[in-house]
């Protein structure tokens, strides 16, 4: 299957700064990546949908200016959460569709801790 | 709005008994199918999926699936688990063409040796 991976698998920051989160499909071009936010045991909870070259599509009541999607390229977007505060603390999971695939394959996930 | 139904959310059993997972959808389109599985720790991984064809789907690590159009249901189903199959699982929707995911909330399995 194809290989989608994340940097970093851990972050730990201090409150008020941003941490970036790159997703990479290794071995396809991935037109759509998707990015979920998975509080502990509970499930995936989709926050954007990024298409490469275009505006990512934030779910509603995820705030866009906190959670900023860049897909630039084929194959890697970033999600950078800005100004970090404890409560962004989680598992941040990416996947990536590419159109000769016709499921998504997820990424190992970040996890985040906002000290 | 379309959700997806996890009615199981802790399930515990010992090794050599059989599992079904339930997995009820709500959605009036065609409908593209998942179960994933998330080892401690790990990332998820694809059990097995279902767009088209025969309704009974076989996966991975000898789990099935079974689509019930008119139940709007996928169960998961293993005959026999394992220690090795505790993990949470999870059942995902997308309708046909968007790809866009809707995750049920999960059912942690836990299997006695």
């Known amino acids: 299957g194809a290989v989608v991976s994340q940097h970093p698998s851990r972050v730990i920051c201090k409150s008020g700064t941003s941490v970036k989160i790159e997703c990479r499909s290794l071995d396809f071009q991935a037109t759509t990546m998707f990015w979920y936010r998975q509080f502990p045991k509970q499930s995936l909870m989709l926050m954007a949908t990024s298409n490469e070259g275009s505006k990512a599509t934030y779910e509603q009541g995820v705030e866009k200016d906190k959670f900023l999607i860049n897909h630039a390229s084929l194959t890697l977007s970033t999600l950078t959460v800005t100004s970090a505060h404890p409560e962004d603390s989680s598992f941040y999971i990416c996947?990536?569709?590419?159109?000769?695939?016709?499921?998504?394959?997820f990424g190992p996930g970040t996890r985040l801790t906002v000290l | 709005a379309q959700s997806v139904s996890q009615h199981n959310h802790h399930v515990i059993l010992s090794e050599a008994a059989s599992l079904e997972l339930g997995c009820n959808y709500s959605y009036g389109g065609t409908v593209n199918l998942f179960w994933y599985v998330q080892y401690p720790g790990q990332h998820l991984q694809l059990l097995l999926k279902?767009?088209?064809?025969?309704?009974l789907v076989k996966g991975i690590k000898g789990f099935e699936a079974e689509f019930i159009k008119s139940k709007f249901s996928f169960n998961l189903r293993k005959p026999s688990v394992q220690w090795s199959d505790t993990a949470e699982y999870f059942c995902a929707v997308s309708s046909s063409g968007t790809y866009k995911y809707i995750f049920g909330t999960g059912t942690r399995l836990k299997v006695l040796a």
């Open positions: 279902y767009f088209s064809g025969d309704p």
């Open positions: 996947s990536a569709y590419g159109g000769n695939q016709n499921e998504q394959f």
